[in-house]
């Protein structure tokens, strides 16, 4: 089992940045995995934000975001970080972190293991 815990959510202004992260923790977590950045916003299905590598650290955004987030890893931290720039309201939505084990997969049926969600609300 992996677990998965994400933080760094809560209320900005519009233009403001957050960073979320996503510790990783459990037996069987390993270098193999797919780390991604998924968002729900109220009314709306769950969309795909940013994946990452977590062996090589290649990174890829959907295009709603590119520019603006950034997706890193600390391996020896095992956490996953968003970074996120220039925030508008329109990015107000329920953040989740999820792995997986399919390659360069932007499919959140690919992703086996799920956060419980941060809020990033943003105010106009």
């Known amino acids: 089992q992996v677990q998965l815990v994400e933080s760094g959510g809560g209320l900005v202004q519009a233009g403001g940045s957050l960073r979320l992260s996503c510790a990783a923790s459990?037996?069987?977590?390993?270098?193999?995995?797919?780390m991604g950045w998924f968002r729900k916003a109220p009314g709306k299905e769950r969309e795909f934000v940013a994946r990452i590598s977590w062996s090589i650290g290649r990174s890829y955004y959907a295009d709603s975001v590119k520019g603006r987030f950034t997706i890193s890893r600390d391996n020896a931290k095992n956490t996953v970080y968003l970074q996120i720039n220039s925030l508008k309201p329109e990015d107000t939505a329920v953040y989740y972190c999820?792995?997986?084990?399919?390659?360069?997969?932007?499919?959140?049926?690919?992703?086996?293991?799920w956060g419980q969600g941060t809020q990033v609300t943003v105010s106009s």
């Open positions: 459990g037996r069987t977590f390993s270098s193999g995995y797919t």
């Open positions: 999820a792995a997986g084990y399919t390659s360069g997969s932007t499919d959140q049926r690919d992703y086996i293991y």
